[in-house]
C-alpha cells in the first residue's frame, strides 16, 4: 500500500534505483519489526516514512564517512478551457517535474539530504542540525549550495530541451 509512496521517498535520499529498493526494504523491516511500537498518535503513513528518511540518511552516512560536510558535487487548468491546451500543459509540467527530479538526484548527498529534509520533509535547519549531527550554519550553507546547483542543473536542461 505505501511502496510507491515510499519509494518516492527513498529516491530523494538516494540516487542509485537499486541502492534506493534496498534502504526501501530495510526501512520496510523495520516497519514490521517495530510496528507494535506505534502509537496512533500521528499517521502510519508519516511514522513509515520518517523510518524510511531515517534508514536513507543512515546508508548516507555508512556509505561516505562524513558526506554532510562535503563541498563536493558528485497552474491550475479549469475544466473550460481547450481540452488539448490542457493535455499540452499536464505533459509540460510533468516533464518540469521529472527534470526537477533528475536534478535532485544529481546533488552530492549532503546536498541532496538537506535539501529534502528542508524542502520536502518540511523541517528545521535546527532539526537538520540534530538529526545529522551536523551545525545549523552547515545545514543553511549546503542547502544555498543545493539551491544553486539545482539552479545550474535546471538551467543546462532547459537549454538542451529548447535546443531540441
Not at 534505483?17 to 498518535?41: C, I, N, P, Y
Not at 533528475?102 to 524542502?119: C, D, G, H, M
Request: charged share 30%; proline share 2%.
Amino acid at each position: 500500500m505505501f511502496y510507491g509512496k515510499m519509494m518516492a521517498v527513498s529516491m530523494r535520499y538516494i540516487a542509485d534505483r537499486d541502492s534506493a529498493q534496498e534502504v526501501l526494504q530495510v526501512s520496510f523491516l523495520k516497519v514490521f519489526d517495530k510496528l507494535e511500537h506505534f502509537d496512533f498518535t500521528g499517521s502510519l503513513e508519516g511514522w513509515i516514512r520518517r523510518i524510511v528518511t531515517n534508514t536513507a540518511i543512515d546508508q548516507l552516512r555508512k556509505s561516505k564517512k562524513d558526506p554532510f560536510l562535503s563541498d563536493q558535487d558528485n497552474d491550475f487548468i479549469s475544466m473550460t478551457e481547450d481540452p488539448m491546451q490542457a493535455k499540452e500543459f499536464l505533459e509540460h509540467t510533468q516533464l518540469k517535474a521529472e527534470l526537477a527530479q533528475k536534478a535532485i538526484t544529481q546533488l552530492s548527498p549532503a546536498y541532496r539530504t538537506v535539501f529534502n529534509l528542508y524542502v520536502i520533509e518540511q523541517l528545521s535547519h535546527k532539526e537538520i542540525a540534530e538529526q545529522l549531527g551536523i551545525s545549523e550554519g552547515t545545514s543553511k550553507s549546503n542547502l544555498a549550495k543545493a539551491k544553486m546547483n539545482l539552479q545550474r542543473l535546471l538551467k543546462e536542461q532547459f537549454i538542451q530541451i529548447e535546443k531540441r
